[in-house]
């Protein structure tokens, strides 16, 4: 892996600014595979940009998961589409395909003139840029900045495999190259085993020899997985996990990686819930030598059933910066001795919800 140190991005209201500047600098192709539009300010700012670049001659194609952007509605998409937008919906609701409705599209890459990228936790919604009445503050997560081409070549492939699967108008591949980060593209597996992403998470695991910090927005792992962490932490390994708190966007969930604390924490996992506001980060450093960014979070949906991208980036820098980043994350977050016993069976019930998120 060459090593590669792409611009971190800790807010989404900076990484709209960010990719909004480069859509409007576009002078040939945006490509944008994402799970999250919503209706709302934010992406109405986003739309204007996207009119725009198309009215101008500028080649834009968007793959959105419908199951996690259709309440933009279809009105929305039309005027998009009129303007000269090309969008396509990732598994639209259709009885015919209905087996496989519940198999989307997570992946969040944005692809402009095939000189810059984007990649990380940030989907298109108003509590990603400003606090919402649901939420206390904006919500809390990290982006990527990418200007390494090798890297880019693969960001763009990865999107364009997701475009192309549901739209007629087919998008070539570019040629691979062998610089820049290792991209991994994760499908879902057969039956229930572990997805690329989950192996490459339990393989890092394996390899690590001194600190392991995750920060993940959901958290319900396999079996396979939660033995991994309990394996590391044995051996000696410090492994810190950061997890979502009080304004969790879905409880049940978050209930149900609760589910795990009581052995984790015996093993030596150090846990902690953040605090201000909904966590939606997906950041992993090995050894402060190596990092996994992307789309991929640990829970059952991406290791088991969505489509996920993710990097890795060596680069003893870059995992310095991303510390520092989980360190002040850490001081605006409580951390967990110890399970209350009059909450676990709540908790195991609830694990069953993490089949669903």
Known sequence: MAQLDPAIIPSGHEAYTRMLSDITAAKREVVYANFCFLPGKSFNR?????????????????VADWYGSSALGEKRVAKLRAAGVQWTWFRPKRWRTIASYNRRMHKKLLIVDRRVAYTGGVGWADFWERPTVEYPAAWRDTHFRITDSGTITAMYNSAIDSWNKFSGHKLTPLKTALTGAKILNSVPPRLHRLSPAGRQFADSLDLARTAVKITTAYFGPSRSLRQALIRTAKRGVKVELLLNGPHASHEIAAQAG????????KAGVQIYEYQPTKLHAKLMTIDGRQAIIGSANWNFRSLHHDQECNLTVASADFCRQLDRQFEADKRQSARITEVDPSQIWKQRLSSLGRYFF
């Open 46 to 62: 986003l739309a204007d940009a996207l009119t725009t670049a198309a009215k101008r001659g500028v080649e834009v194609y968007i």
């Open 258 to 265: 609760r589910a795990y604390y009581d052995q984790l924490l």
